[in-house]
Nanobody, 120 residues
Framework: QVQLEESGGGLVQSGGSLTLSCVHSGRSLDHYAIGWFRQAPGKEREGITCIRSEDGSIYYVDSVKGRFTVSRDKAKNTVYLQMNDLKAEDTGVYYC?????????????WGQGTQVTVSS
């Protein structure tokens, strides 16, 4: 079993930055796909970035390219999402997720989410 816990959300002004953390426990995720998703009010949850299991390459959705960076510290069992130049449309609940195989919207393990609110 895998447990994921996000933190670091909050209220930030447009143009500001936040770093989200996802601490995982239960088993090693060294060979898992790990993704960040967000759900804006009234919208479906969307995948914004993912570290692929097969080669560690990283996918970013176009809307966050150049602004968001995902990284991991294996020694701390933590995956980070550095978010810069935040915009009002980045507002939402951010979730980290893990899957032993691939990055996709129905990954097996999910955290509880952390709220990010960007004021314009």
């Amino acid at each position: 079993q895998v447990q994921l816990e996000e933190s670091g959300g909050g209220l930030v002004q447009s143009g500001g930055s936040l770093t989200l953390s996802c601490v995982h426990s239960g088993r090693s995720l060294d060979h898992y796909a790990i993704g960040w998703f967000r759900q804006a009010p009234g919208k479906e949850r969307e995948g914004i970035t993912c570290i692929r299991s097969e080669d560690g390459s990283i996918y970013y959705v176009d809307s966050v390219k150049g602004r968001f960076t995902v990284s991991r510290d294996k020694a701390k069992n933590t995956v980070y999402l550095q978010m810069n130049d935040l915009k009002a449309e980045d507002t939402g609940v951010y979730y980290c997720a893990a899957d032993p195989h691939i990055c996709y919207k129905k990954m097996i393990y999910w955290g509880q989410g952390t709220q990010v609110t960007v004021s314009s």
